[in-house]
Nanobody, 121 residues
Framework: QVQLVESGGGLVTAGGSLRLSCAAS????????MGWYRQAPGKQRELVAT???????NYADSVKGRFTISRDNAQNTVDLQMNSLKPEDTAVYYC???????????????WGQGTQVTVSS
């Protein structure tokens, strides 16, 4: 079994900061990409940021310059530093990994349970 445990969500006023953390555990052979996605009420889940095992990053245009993704390959963790938060950043944020699990030759996507981020105006 593989688990992703997220932490760090909460309520913040516009302009504030939050840091999300996600720790992956279980039968993980290797992790390719790690990332954060979000889903606001009534909207589809969307990519926020991803980072490869080599540290290459990709950000949604809406968060570029405000959010920073980082990972610790030794600890199987990924963080998302969110600065200059806006009310439109309000959503449930989900951690995701693309990884080879156990003895599998194939990569699978694993999702966390989600953490709520609410930004008040």
């Amino acid at each position: 079994q593989v688990q992703l445990v997220e932490s760090g969500g909460g309520l913040v006023t516009a302009g504030g900061s939050l840091r999300l953390s996600c720790a992956a555990s279980g039968r993980i052979f290797s992790i390719n990409a790690m990332g954060w996605y979000r889903q606001a009420p009534g909207k589809q889940r969307e990519l926020v940021a991803t980072i490869t095992s080599r540290g290459s990053t990709n950000y949604a245009d809406s968060v570029k310059g405000r959010f920073t993704i980082s990972r610790d390959n030794a600890q199987n963790t990924v963080d998302l530093q969110m600065n200059s938060l806006k009310p439109e950043d309000t959503a449930v944020y989900y951690c995701n990994i693309n990884a080879r699990l156990g003895l599998s030759s194939y990569s699978s996507n694993v999702w966390g349970q989600g953490t709520q981020v609410t930004v008040s105006s």
